[in-house]
């Protein structure tokens, strides 16, 4: 199993950014997947959330209205559309891949990509 996080770089505050996780070895209308963040000398961060069959989705407050997690079943990945960039959410985000009963924390899920920088800054 594989999850390959991509799509991440340096923008300028009120940007946008879309992040991709692919996956190989699963398929990921079977799985929740969520995405987190990791910021320099700060701990995991649940970013959002999508159950399987997308019938729930979840936003930490902090992202919650700029970004949109979506899910391509055709193409077996899921997507980050993070819209209004700030610098406060310039970090690692790294996508995740399991079943959590609570999805913000990241010792639920089975799998996870390697990561993918994102940088917000003038």
């Known amino acids: 199993v594989q999850l390959q996080a991509s799509g991440g770089g340096l923008v300028q505050p009120g940007g946008s950014l879309r992040l991709s996780c692919a996956a190989s070895?699963?398929?990921?209308?079977?799985?929740?997947i969520g995405w987190f963040r990791q910021a320099p000398g700060k701990g995991r961060e649940g970013v959002a959330y999508?159950?399987?069959?997308?019938?729930?989705?979840m936003y930490a407050n902090s992202v919650k209205g700029r970004f949109t997690i979506s899910r391509d079943g055709a193409k077996n990945t899921v997507f980050l559309q993070m819209d209004s960039l700030k610098p406060e959410d310039t970090a690692v985000y790294y996508c995740?891949?399991?079943?959590?009963?609570?999805?913000?924390?990241?010792?639920?899920?089975?799998?996870w990509g390697q990561g993918t920088q994102v940088t917000v800054s003038s």
């Open positions: 070895g699963l398929t990921v209308d079977y799985y929740a």
């Open positions: 999508v159950s399987t069959n997308d019938e729930v989705k």
């Open positions: 995740a891949a399991g079943f959590p009963t609570t999805w913000a924390i990241g010792a639920e899920y089975d799998y």
